[in-house]
């Protein structure tokens, strides 16, 4: 028995055996259902070096592994994916199984400031700032990065626009991920009482308690403050 995770919130997973076909049933309900993260399909024979399902795929961070040579999108062949692409609103997204890009890209739409965790390096897009940030008893530290947000790293980050974060390198979501008290989010869940999220309120942006009863979904790519 390997390691056993339990769901953090829907996500589902499929594993397929056998020769592959479009028309399987349980295929064309995963293509067709947000909730699958992640399609397995090396212990399946007959892929083309071309398939491609990330057309077919209503989650669009969804990410498929096979065994032999794939270029696709989000095709993971062995433990490398040749493109990786990824987006804000386009799903939950979750790695299973550990692996590197050659090429990987987030593109997500900023008005002020907003948060953001990236499962890989990226650069920061020009008309962007980015910040990583310290918690302490009486405030949050901000402190400005230049060029590179490292992998799985809180960061604040303002700008006005759509903008692509470009990077390469390891691609990994951690389970239960805490950095200097902020709590990365891949799968989106509530935020639990007594933690503090991010909005903005009379025109001020802050970290603001969260009570019992309204607690709020933190949506992925995104974090909480324990």
């Given at each position: 028995?390997?390691?056993?995770?339990?769901?953090?919130?829907?996500?589902?997973?499929a594993?397929?055996?056998?020769?592959?076909?479009?028309?399987?049933?349980?295929?064309?309900?995963?293509?067709?259902?947000?909730?699958?993260?992640?399609?397995?399909?090396?212990?399946?024979?007959?892929?083309?070096?071309?398939?491609?399902?990330?057309?077919?795929?209503?989650?669009k961070?969804?990410?498929?592994?096979?065994?032999?040579?794939?270029?696709?999108?989000?095709?993971?062949?062995?433990?490398a994916?040749?493109?990786?692409?990824?987006?804000?609103?386009?799903?939950?997204?979750?790695?299973?199984?550990?692996?590197s890009?050659?090429?990987?890209?987030?593109?997500?739409?900023?008005?002020?400031?907003?948060?953001?965790?990236?499962?890989?390096?990226?650069?920061?897009?020009?008309?962007?700032?980015a910040?990583?940030?310290?918690?302490?008893?009486?405030?949050?530290?901000?402190?400005?990065?230049?060029?590179?947000?490292?992998?799985?790293?809180?960061?604040?980050?303002?700008?006005?626009?759509?903008?692509?974060?470009?990077?390469?390198?390891?691609?990994?979501?951690?389970?239960?991920?805490?950095?200097?008290?902020?709590?990365?989010?891949?799968?989106?869940?509530?935020a639990?009482?007594?933690?503090?999220?991010?909005?903005?309120?009379?025109?001020?942006?802050?970290?603001?308690?969260?009570?019992?009863?309204?607690?709020?979904?933190?949506?992925?790519?995104h974090?909480?403050?324990?």
């Amino acid at each position: 028995l390997g390691d056993v995770y339990f769901n953090i919130a829907d996500e589902r997973a499929a594993e397929f055996e056998g020769g592959y076909s479009d028309d399987d049933s349980l295929l064309i309900d995963a293509l067709q259902n947000s909730n699958y993260l992640s399609l397995d399909f090396r212990n399946t024979s007959g892929i083309g070096a071309t398939q491609d399902w990330y057309s077919k795929s209503v989650n669009k961070n969804s990410i498929f592994y096979v065994t032999a040579n794939n270029t696709a999108t989000n095709v993971i062949a062995g433990k490398a994916c040749s493109n990786l692409n990824i987006m804000d609103q386009g799903g939950d997204f979750n790695v299973p199984f550990d692996f590197s890009a050659v090429a990987a890209s987030f593109t997500k739409t900023i008005s002020g400031y907003d948060l953001l965790v990236l499962p890989f390096e990226a650069k920061i897009p020009q008309g962007v700032k980015a910040y990583t940030m310290v918690s302490t008893s009486a405030k949050i530290v901000c402190n400005q990065i230049q060029n590179i947000i490292p992998a799985n790293t809180p960061v604040l980050i303002s700008g006005s626009g759509t903008f692509v974060f470009i990077g390469a390198g390891s691609v990994s979501t951690p389970k239960a991920l805490t950095v200097n008290q902020m709590n990365p989010v891949y799968i989106g869940v509530k935020a639990p009482a007594g933690s503090y999220t991010f909005k903005t309120v009379n025109n001020v942006a802050g970290f603001y308690p969260v009570t019992a009863g309204n607690e709020p979904l933190i949506s992925s790519f995104h974090f909480y403050l324990s």
